[in-house]
């Protein structure tokens, strides 16, 4: 079915969401836009080390947040995914966090410059942000308990009635979610630790640029493992994540380190918020790698490539039912 015939056939609830999260996105980056143009580019010639570059960095960044945001909202509706919508409801949680720690972080950074005025004719803008989220949070869990009646039943209809199987398949699915949430806050940290700490001349500068591909391609590897039941490289991903965390609980040591103050300055609750979040991202990911190992070769990618092979719904995407009411049914549910 091609995408625009997806949209089209999409319940009125979902729209709704889809209109909602485009309107929220679309304030959002202009809001942060009209900050950006708005902070005196005395603050954006990155003369200053760490306070500088983070206005910069922290604009973009959010902006991606709500690209990511919309991604995994419009993606989830048109899978029919309810775990996503769910997950979808986790970042917005986090989007929320971050936009309120941004604020106390902004007005940090320019009190530190000697930019009070600047920063009070920003304020009401920055306020906007969480102010915004906050409100439409109400809303997202909302419009997820009705998707999540149109949707939810259909994980019965894709695995059947085999109660353990449909067990294996919801830890299979939360598995999925994880990997995109943890990619996007190791690359949110990674980002913020590169630009705004570290230093060519640091080791660490070095160490941190290669992690970045080196975290991709093992998050690749957990993607095909768990499509294959790859033992081995589910391993090797388990490895990877014990890794990460060693990682992670290192550099929340160093920015902590009172002889590496100067470095972090009105960077460490940032920093502080995207390490904590990944540590506990990266564990429960580690425990739902062990969780979907186990559940290996007893019987879930053989249904999957059944269903496959026969309709080819779970790569392309949703098809339709007709119950014996003759009523046309919502497709089935994918990551």
């Not at 949070?137 to 009646?149: A, D, E, H, N, V």
Request: net charge positive; aromatic share 18%.
């Amino acid at each position: 079915m091609s995408r625009s015939k997806k949209f089209k056939n999409l319940p009125t609830i979902a729209k709704v969401g889809l209109a909602l999260v485009s309107l929220q996105a679309l304030l959002i980056i202009a809001i942060e836009t009209y900050a950006f143009l708005k902070t005196p580019q005395s603050l954006l010639d990155l003369k200053y080390w760490s306070s500088g570059k983070s206005f910069l960095i922290y604009y973009i960044m959010y902006i991606f947040c709500m690209a990511f945001s919309l991604y995994l909202y419009t993606d989830a509706i048109l899978k029919e995914n309810t775990p996503q919508i769910f997950s979808f409801i986790v970042f917005h949680i986090f989007s929320l966090t971050w936009s309120v720690i941004q604020y106390f972080q902004n007005k940090a950074s320019f009190s530190q410059l000697n930019e009070t005025d600047s920063f009070n004719s920003l304020k009401y803008y920055f306020i906007s942000v969480p102010i915004i989220l906050g409100i439409t949070l109400g809303f997202w869990i909302y419009i997820s308990s009705k998707l999540y009646t149109i949707y939810g039943w259909e994980l019965y209809k894709l695995i059947g009635a085999n109660l353990h199987l449909r067990e294996i398949y919801k830890e299979y699915v939360l598995f999925v979610q994880l990997l995109k949430l943890g990619l996007f806050a190791f690359a949110g940290f990674s980002v913020q630790y590169t630009i705004l700490i570290l230093k060519a001349n640091d080791i660490e500068f070095y160490i941190t640029i290669i992690l970045v591909p080196i975290s991709l391609f093992i998050f690749i590897v957990a993607f095909y493992a768990l499509k294959r039941e790859s033992r081995f490289l589910m391993w090797t991903f388990i490895v990877g994540m014990i890794t990460f965390t060693g990682y992670f609980t290192f550099k929340l040591i160093r920015i902590y380190d009172p002889g590496q103050e100067a470095k972090y300055i009105n960077q460490r609750l940032m920093l502080t918020f995207f390490a904590v979040i990944s540590i506990i991202l990266v564990v429960y990911t580690i425990f739902q790698a062990i969780i979907c190992l186990t559940n290996f070769k007893q019987g879930l990618r053989k249904q999957l490539e059944q269903i496959d092979n026969e309709d080819d719904t779970f790569l392309q995407g949703p098809a339709y039912y007709i119950n014996a009411a003759g009523e046309r049914r919502m497709a089935l549910e994918e990551y």
